[in-house]
């Protein structure tokens, strides 16, 4: 599994809610024998249950011995999911992500990487406040 996959799974699966959502979902929406009336569903269901990234993240962080600072460091947020967090799996993550700038200037790659992670999210339904996707 890619980095950024490990990232979500390890968010994504603090949420009960949006883990069990989808499960009940799907098959709700797959026994419409119209295509038309399943259309319509999916949509509003995958609408309805996005998974709160900053509640979840929050949690993580308030049950951590380390103070983490998971909305402005990309290494904070690694930790606080329990993953590899180096120098090397950043860079990873950056050529996953299509990082276009100078690996070896690890504080802005660090700062174009938690903004991606972020953006990223959101756009895989999870529920991310607008300052941290900018």
Do not use: C
């Not at 989808?22 to 998974?51: F, Y």
């Not at 993580?60 to 930790?79: F, G, H, N, T, Y």
Request: net charge negative; glycine share 6%; proline share 6%.
């Amino acid at each position: 599994m890619s980095i950024f996959g490990n990232i979500m799974s390890a968010i994504f699966g603090h949420s009960s809610s949006a883990a069990a959502a989808p499960a009940a979902a799907a098959p709700t929406a797959q026994s419409v024998p119209a295509p038309t009336a399943a259309a319509p569903s999916a949509p509003s269901m995958a609408s309805a249950t996005p998974v709160d990234v900053t509640a979840i993240m929050d949690g993580l962080a308030a049950k951590s011995s380390e103070k983490l600072d998971w909305r402005k460091s990309i290494v904070d947020l690694m930790k606080l999911i329990n993953l590899d967090s180096s120098l090397a799996a950043r860079k990873e993550l950056a050529q996953e992500l299509s990082y276009g700038g100078d690996m070896n200037d690890s504080a802005s790659m660090n700062i174009w990487l938690h903004k991606q992670v972020m953006a990223k999210l959101a756009e895989n339904g999870g529920k991310v406040p607008d300052e941290l996707r900018v």
